[in-house]
C-alpha cells in the first residue's frame, strides 16, 4: 500500500505544480456555465412586434391594450405602427422587427356578432425561439379577451390546471449537473490520459518496474490519483456552480453527502473508462484528438442538453451505456428535486459497477503493454 501511495503522492505533486493544468480544467466548464446559461432558456426581452391596424373599432383598443401592458410589464416585446401591411411583413422578412400583428376591417364587428373573428399574425420562423416565445404570449393575449368576464355555470369546455413539482428552474440552474459532469470529464483526460500517455512515451512507467512496485501497484496507484483529481475538480464545480446559480442544497449535510458519493462514483467511472481508451496507446497525439469526439459521443447523448426520449433509438441506446447519463441524472435529482438516495442509488449502483468493469478489463491489457 505505501508504494501505490507512492505513487498517487507523484501523481498529485505533478499536477498541482501544473496551476495552468488545474485551472484550465475549471476555466472552461464554468465559463459555458456563465455563458450558455445566460445565453440560452431565457425569456425573450425587447422584440419587436409590428401592428397594422385596419378596424379601429373598440376590440382592437382592447387588442392595442393588451400590448402596451405587456410591453410595459413583462416586456417581451413593444409595438411599432404600420400603415400598409405589404410594408410590414417585408420588415419581417428583412429582420427590421420581429413580428407583426394585422388586425382586419370589421374585427369588432366580428367579435360582437361571434362570427369567428380573426387576427393575423406574421412571424419569422426561422428563429425557432423567437417565433415561439411570441406565438405563446399573442396566444395568450387572444385567450384572456375570449374569456367571458362572467364566467357560465356550466364548463362549456375541459380546462387543464398545471401544477408544478418545483420551484422555477433557469437555464443556468438546468445547465449545472451537465457543468460538473464536463469538468470532472475534463479533468480525467487532461490529467489523466494526456498526462498518463505522456509518462508513458518518456519511459517513465518502465521506470517503475526496476523498483520493488509491482505492476497492480502501478495501475492502482494511478488510478486512484486520477479519481482523485476528478473528485477534487467535481468538488469544486459543484460548490461554485451551486452558488453562481443561486441552489442552496450544498448548505443540507445530507445532499452534500450524496453529492459527495455520486462524485467518487464518477470520478471512478470516468477513470476507468479513460485508462481502458488509453491503455494500448502510444502515440502522444491521440488523446488530444479523442477529446472532441469522446466529448461529442458520451455528452450530447447523455440528456445534458435534451431529454433522451426525443433521441432516435439507436442514440438512446448508446445512452443507456454511456456514464454521462447516469453521473447527470443524479446530479439533477439531488440539485433540482431533492431527491434524496433513493433517487440515486441506481445510478451510484451503475458508475461503481462500470468503474471497477472498466478497471478490471484495462488491467491485463496495461500489463501486456510493458
Not at 57 to 74: C, H, Y
Not at 121 to 142: R, W
Not at 182 to 195: K, N, R
Request: glycine share 8%.
Amino acid at each position: 500500500m505505501s508504494r501505490m501511495f507512492a505513487i498517487v503522492e507523484r501523481e498529485m505533486r505533478k499536477f498541482f505544480r501544473s496551476p495552468t493544468l488545474m485551472i484550465m480544467s475549471l476555466m472552461m466548464p464554468l465559463m459555458q456555465l456563465v455563458i450558455m446559461g445566460n445565453a440560452f432558456g431565457g425569456k425573450i426581452v425587447g422584440a419587436r412586434v409590428g401592428v397594422v391596424d385596419y378596424d379601429h373599432g373598440p376590440e382592437a383598443v382592447k387588442l392595442r391594450e393588451a400590448f402596451d401592458s405587456i410591453a410595459v410589464n413583462i416586456k417581451t416585446f413593444s409595438t411599432v405602427d404600420y400603415q400598409d401591411e405589404k410594408q410590414v411583413r417585408e420588415d419581417v422578412r428583412t429582420g427590421k422587427i420581429d413580428g407583426a400583428v394585422i388586425i382586419p376591417a370589421q374585427y369588432s364587428r366580428r367579435v360582437y356578432a361571434q362570427d369567428a373573428p380573426v387576427i393575423g399574425f406574421v412571424t419569422d420562423n426561422s428563429d425557432q425561439f423567437t417565433s415561439g416565445s411570441l406565438e405563446a404570449e399573442m396566444q395568450l393575449v387572444v385567450t384572456a379577451l375570449t374569456t367571458p368576464a362572467i364566467q357560465p355555470r356550466l364548463a362549456s369546455s375541459i380546462a387543464l390546471q398545471i401544477v408544478e413539482l418545483y420551484p422555477y428552474v433557469n437555464y443556468m440552474k438546468f445547465l449545472l449537473p451537465a457543468t460538473i459532469a464536463l469538468a470532472m470529464y475534463i479533468s480525467v483526460m487532461i490529467g489523466g490520459g494526456m498526462l498518463y500517455i505522456d509518462d508513458k512515451a518518456r519511459g517513465v512507467h518502465e521506470g517503475y518496474l526496476v523498483t520493488p512496485i509491482t505492476k497492480l501497484e502501478l495501475v492502482m496507484g494511478m488510478n486512484m490519483a486520477g479519481a482523485i483529481k476528478a473528485a477534487l475538480a467535481g468538488v469544486s464545480l459543484t460548490v461554485i456552480g451551486s452558488l453562481m446559480a443561486g441552489l442552496g442544497v450544498i448548505f443540507h449535510p445530507e445532499a452534500l453527502a450524496e453529492l459527495f458519493c455520486l462524485i467518487v462514483v464518477t470520478s471512478i467511472a470516468f477513470n476507468g473508462m479513460m485508462f481502458l481508451l488509453m491503455v494500448r496507446v502510444d502515440d502522444p497525439l491521440v488523446p488530444r484528438a479523442m477529446f472532441g469526439v469522446l466529448n461529442t459521443l458520451l455528452f450530447y447523448p447523455s440528456g445534458a442538453m435534451y431529454p433522451i426520449a426525443a433521441f432516435p433509438r439507436w442514440l438512446q441506446a448508446i445512452a443507456i451505456v454511456d456514464p454521462f447519463t447516469y453521473c447527470i441524472h443524479g446530479f439533477k435529482a439531488i440539485l433540482l428535486k431533492d431527491g434524496g438516495f433513493e433517487a440515486i442509488q441506481f445510478d451510484l449502483l451503475f458508475l461503481f459497477v462500470f468503474g471497477i468493469g472498466t478497471l478490471l478489463i484495462a488491467t491485463p491489457l496495461f500489463k501486456r503493454t510493458l
